[in-house]
């Protein structure tokens, strides 16, 4: 089956640590996003990739940094330099059709 | 700054009714539209797409385009309590290398 997965699903975190937050599809698309959504808002994008080995910023990108090295990933690090991570974190892919297509996201909580 | 706009709700329509939501963005340019579904603590799920005026249907689903008056909507008909979600809009165009804009999206509730 195709599709877009994430892990963990839950994810704790002390004060200054980094984590990181896997994002996998077999949908063979090259562009792959990361947004933040919290309680009762919309979303917000914080990196984007286009193209193996690039990215670039999206609207918050403060705290967090990305890598992609395969185009079947697209990892993104919760820096200790966020402080106010505690969110619900969505990778998306999209392909010709434009269209995103979302993982189940994972829900990161700061201790 | 680029704007998609939605009425937050909550939105209350009886089972078996319609339910119309609406959407409207500033970017004239805008040349793909996306309706999305979003159940509580779930990830967002699209559920229709239209990149021509008029109205594109899809089961119970329509989804309308008016370019003129930059609004897009969605009719959901025979409104079942299974409906009930935040619904997200979302927008792209090519001078924003088709990153989507989004709105805050209206939740909707079918009441049995």
């Known amino acids: 089956d195709g599709g877009i997965t994430q892990s963990p699903k839950y994810l704790f975190r002390k004060e200054g640590q980094n984590v990181t937050l896997s994002c996998e599809q077999n949908?063979?698309?090259?562009?792959m996003y990361w947004y933040r959504q919290d309680p009762g808002q919309g979303l917000r994008l914080i990196y984007y990739s286009q193209i193996v080995n690039d990215f670039q910023k999206g609207d918050i990108a403060e705290g967090y940094s990305v890598s992609r090295e395969k185009k079947e990933s697209f990892p993104l690090t919760v820096t200790s330099a966020q402080k106010n991570p505690t969110a619900f974190y969505l990778c998306?892919?999209?392909?010709?059709?434009?269209?995103?297509?979302f993982g189940p996201g994972t829900r990161l909580t700061v201790l | 700054q680029k704007e998609v706009e939605q009425n937050s709700g909550p939105l209350s329509v009886p089972e078996g009714a319609i339910a119309s939501l609406n959407c409207t963005y500033s970017d004239r340019g805008s040349q793909s539209f996306f309706w999305y579904r979003q159940y509580s603590g779930k990830s967002p799920e699209l559920i229709m797409f239209i990149y021509s005026n008029g109205d594109k249907e899809d089961g119970r689903f329509t989804a309308q385009l008016n370019k003129a008056s930059q609004y897009v909507s969605l009719l959901i008909r025979d409104s079942q309590p299974s409906d009930s979600a935040t619904y997200l809009c979302?927008?792209?165009?090519?001078?924003?290398?088709?990153?989507?804009?989004w709105g805050a999206g209206t939740k909707l509730i079918i009441k049995p």
């Open positions: 949908l063979n698309h090259d562009a």
């Open positions: 998306a892919s999209s392909g010709p059709s434009r269209g995103q297509f």
């Open positions: 979302a927008v792209s165009s090519w001078d924003s290398n088709y990153q989507l804009i």
